[in-house]
């Protein structure tokens, strides 16, 4: 929505390489133009690359913050630095899917940098700790005016009552969320003790999934999913080389363990 409100040809977005597929894939269905600023290390976001980026024709900022799919984060000094130099008609879009698996206290929290001047908006979605991926259900935080527009563009009845039921009860459910994050938190201790004793580089994660280095994505991913295990080969967000591997459940990580200790052997 935010893509057709503000992109048409000759006007362009800002996002990073290596960041969602949806940021390109919204901006060329709008028929704008694409500002692919590098990354800092080859995985994280360089704000000062994205804000040095932006031209008279930058409508749109794209941030994914933790990055999918590498899970990394940009700081609150970076973040700060970066909303100082973009100029007040381009929106900023922090697309914070996974905010509540954040646990380094440098973290921004964009919902604190609201105020009438900026085109600010903060992105999030109960398809990821709330698990609700099915139900199509998020929200968006931006000044009235902005938020106007996206009611003028959006399809009536875009979320479904049944949809606003299951959210609801998602933000009541407290102990579900708390429970999540636990589980979270002891799959990527155990998951990332399991990459070193097999040699696999990972990039450090800030949300529930990590991109690690397997040498031929593709092939592992064809070799996991035949064992019945369901990871992402990750060529198509330009790393041929790695897997993005989803924190699961105690029994499912060790099986994902086993299977890909099992892939990489038989790979060698
Ligand atoms: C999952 C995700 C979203 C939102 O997904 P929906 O299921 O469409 O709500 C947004 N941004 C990123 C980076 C995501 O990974």
């Given at each position: 929505l935010l893509a057709f409100l503000y992109l048409r040809p000759g006007l362009n977005s800002v996002y990073s390489e290596?960041?969602?597929?949806i940021y390109p894939l919204a901006t060329a269905a709008a028929g704008g133009e694409h500002r692919v600023a590098k990354t800092s290390d080859g995985f994280s976001h360089d704000l000062d690359a994205m804000a040095a980026a932006?031209?008279?024709?930058?409508?749109i900022v794209f941030l994914g913050n933790?990055?999918?799919?590498?899970?990394t984060i940009y700081r609150r000094a970076e973040w700060k630095r970066f909303l100082e130099r973009v100029p007040e008609n381009v929106v900023i879009v922090?697309?914070?899917?996974?905010?509540?698996f954040v646990r380094d206290?440098?973290?921004?929290?964009?919902?604190?940098?609201?105020?009438?001047?900026r085109l600010l908006i903060t992105l999030r979605t109960f398809s990821k700790i709330f698990g609700l991926?099915?139900?199509?259900v998020g929200y968006a935080v931006a000044r009235p005016d902005m938020i106007q527009m996206l009611h003028n563009v959006r399809q009536p009845f875009n979320v479904t009552s049944l949809a606003q039921v299951a959210a609801i009860a998602g933000m009541d459910d407290r102990a579900h969320i708390a429970r999540t994050l636990q589980v979270n938190a002891d799959g990527m201790t155990y998951l990332e003790r399991e990459f070193v004793r097999l040699k696999l580089p990972f990039v450090p994660s800030h949300a529930n999934f990590f991109l690690v280095d397997v040498g031929d994505g593709r092939a592992v991913y064809d070799k996991l999913l035949r064992k019945g295990v369901i990871v992402r080969p990750m060529h198509g967000y330009g790393y041929p080389r790695h897997v993005r591997i989803s924190v699961g459940l105690p029994e499912e990580n060790r099986r994902l363990v086993a299977m890909l200790a099992e892939a990489m052997g038989a790979q060698s």
């Amino acid at each position: 929505l935010l893509a057709f409100l503000y992109l048409r040809p000759g006007l362009n977005s800002v996002y990073s390489e290596h960041s969602f597929a949806i940021y390109p894939l919204a901006t060329a269905a709008a028929g704008g133009e694409h500002r692919v600023a590098k990354t800092s290390d080859g995985f994280s976001h360089d704000l000062d690359a994205m804000a040095a980026a932006i031209d008279a024709n930058t409508r749109i900022v794209f941030l994914g913050n933790p990055n999918n799919p590498t899970g990394t984060i940009y700081r609150r000094a970076e973040w700060k630095r970066f909303l100082e130099r973009v100029p007040e008609n381009v929106v900023i879009v922090a697309d914070e899917a996974y905010f509540e698996f954040v646990r380094d206290p440098q973290y921004p929290d964009s919902m604190e940098d609201h105020d009438d001047r900026r085109l600010l908006i903060t992105l999030r979605t109960f398809s990821k700790i709330f698990g609700l991926a099915g139900m199509r259900v998020g929200y968006a935080v931006a000044r009235p005016d902005m938020i106007q527009m996206l009611h003028n563009v959006r399809q009536p009845f875009n979320v479904t009552s049944l949809a606003q039921v299951a959210a609801i009860a998602g933000m009541d459910d407290r102990a579900h969320i708390a429970r999540t994050l636990q589980v979270n938190a002891d799959g990527m201790t155990y998951l990332e003790r399991e990459f070193v004793r097999l040699k696999l580089p990972f990039v450090p994660s800030h949300a529930n999934f990590f991109l690690v280095d397997v040498g031929d994505g593709r092939a592992v991913y064809d070799k996991l999913l035949r064992k019945g295990v369901i990871v992402r080969p990750m060529h198509g967000y330009g790393y041929p080389r790695h897997v993005r591997i989803s924190v699961g459940l105690p029994e499912e990580n060790r099986r994902l363990v086993a299977m890909l200790a099992e892939a990489m052997g038989a790979q060698s």
